[in-house]
């Protein structure tokens, strides 16, 4: 089987990456900016500090600090006015996953002119678009080295899955320094985000060699920083661990694939706004249970790459320990039940419950799962996790 592996063409990592900005931007020639970012990253004065940085060296900038939490088709088109009105020639993401997805849906935008929901799916967007140099500010969804990009259709509230190589960004700048600030529930819940990348990357049925190597060291150095990181907030060591972690998680997922997590998840954040970190660690004990039998060995893998057993254990054993394991992990990290999210209560969520399975399963990110559900199966599985 052949396999297409497809990451950013320049990876800078490490304290003090965020600072070779200017050097990036001027060897992809880019004169005008647009910088994509947040309310947050806006008055923390961080998107200040970088617009002072790129004007010093002579490259213009247009500022654009309106995406939201889970961004929207709405953010995207104002982010294209703003590229339009600035006249600029590339796009710079400062933020966490929602910065930088919409970052990439504006360039890609700038060069390919269907509605945004034509390139829902895998492999739909024709023509790369304006360069994009990236800076996650979390640790985190990985975006900055995948070909993904989530963006909300409002229309049909749906949280839309655009998978193409013309997303990627051609530079991501990692630099862990920038998570340091990061509060201890962003903390916990980016950072099983960044475990159910490396889990899913490696229980995929289209898992490769390639993206399990990446994906089983994503397991272990969550396993071996985030409780750290999250109790501690300013131990660099944890911090750069889980940077790492989310930077092969997301190259991992991103050549391989998600599955049910991810599917049953994005439903549960374009209905009940619950951020996307918080819905995957809410779902990540109960699916991993209901797929231990469709790979019983790889799941074992994934509870010895996490130290949850040693290397004699039984792969049943191992996958007992491993559910068992990630719900503890849950509990210590302080992640609520799903019943316990904000916004979200059980009239809603039963009327919902039809519209998200169905949502799940045309995402597509069921089919990769270790045990393909059906809707009945999905509708069950909400359940449990509540
Ligand atoms: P986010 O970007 O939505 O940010 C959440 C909040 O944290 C914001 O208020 C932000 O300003 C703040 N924040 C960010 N960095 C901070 C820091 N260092 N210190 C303090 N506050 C900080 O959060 P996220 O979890 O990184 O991104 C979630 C989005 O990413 C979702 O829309 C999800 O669908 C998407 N996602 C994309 C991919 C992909 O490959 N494209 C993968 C996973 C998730």
């Known amino acids: 089987m052949i396999s297409h592996f497809d990451v950013p063409a320049a990876l800078v990592i490490g304290a003090g990456a965020s600072r070779e900005v200017v050097p990036q931007l001027r060897r992809i020639g880019a004169r005008r900016a647009l910088l994509v970012t947040d309310a947050f990253m806006e008055s923390s004065g961080r998107a200040g500090g970088v617009v002072r940085e790129l004007e010093q060296a002579g490259i213009a900038v247009a500022l654009f600090a309106g995406v939201q939490p889970d961004p929207t088709d709405g953010n995207v088109r104002d982010g294209l006015l703003a590229f339009a009105g600035g006249k600029c020639d590339a796009v710079v993401a400062l933020g966490g996953g929602s910065s930088i997805d919409a970052a990439k849906a504006i360039a890609m935008m700038t060069a390919n002119d269907q509605p945004l929901s034509q390139y829902q799916g895998s492999h739909k967007v024709p023509r790369a678009g304006a360069p994009l140099l990236v800076i996650p500010t979390t640790a985190g969804t990985g975006s900055e080295v995948t070909k993904v990009a989530v963006i909300t259709d409002t229309a049909r509230n749906v949280k839309m899955m655009m998978l193409d190589r013309n997303l990627l960004p051609q530079v991501a700048l990692i630099d862990y320094e920038l998570s340091l600030s990061m509060p201890p529930s962003l903390t916990a819940h980016v950072g099983v985000d960044t475990l159910t990348h490396g889990v899913e990357a490696y229980v995929s049925r289209k898992a490769s060699a390639l993206t399990d190597t990446l994906a089983l060291e994503c397991v272990r150095l969550v396993a071996e920083n985030l409780e750290a990181a999250w109790s501690e907030p300013s131990n660099r060591a944890a911090r750069e661990g889980m940077m790492l972690a989310a930077t092969l998680g997301g190259m991992a997922f991103s050549n391989s694939s998600v599955a049910l997590v991810h599917g049953m998840s994005r439903p549960i954040g374009a209905v009940f706004h619950?951020?996307?970190?918080?819905?995957?660690?809410?779902?990540?004990?109960?699916?991993?249970?209901?797929?231990?039998?469709?790979?019983?060995?790889?799941?074992?893998?994934?509870?010895?790459?996490?130290?949850?057993?040693?290397?004699?254990?039984?792969?049943?054993?191992?996958?007992?320990?491993?559910?068992?394991?990630?719900?503890?992990?849950?509990?210590?990290?302080?992640?609520?039940?799903?019943?316990?999210?904000?916004?979200?209560?059980?009239?809603?969520?039963?009327?919902a419950v039809g519209k998200m399975a169905a949502d799940a399963l045309a995402s597509g990110s069921p089919q990769n799962n270790p045990v393909v559900p059906g809707a009945e199966d999905i509708i069950r599985l909400y359940g449990e996790a509540w």
């Open 274 to 351: 619950v951020p996307h970190g918080l819905s995957n660690a809410v779902l990540l004990p109960t699916v991993t249970r209901f797929s231990l039998s469709g790979a019983p060995g790889r799941y074992a893998t994934v509870a010895r790459a996490m130290r949850l057993c040693g290397p004699d254990a039984s792969a049943e054993a191992a996958g007992a320990l491993l559910v068992e394991g990630l719900e503890r992990l849950n509990a210590r990290l302080k992640v609520p039940r799903l019943r316990e999210c904000h916004g979200i209560e059980r009239a809603g969520f039963d009327a």
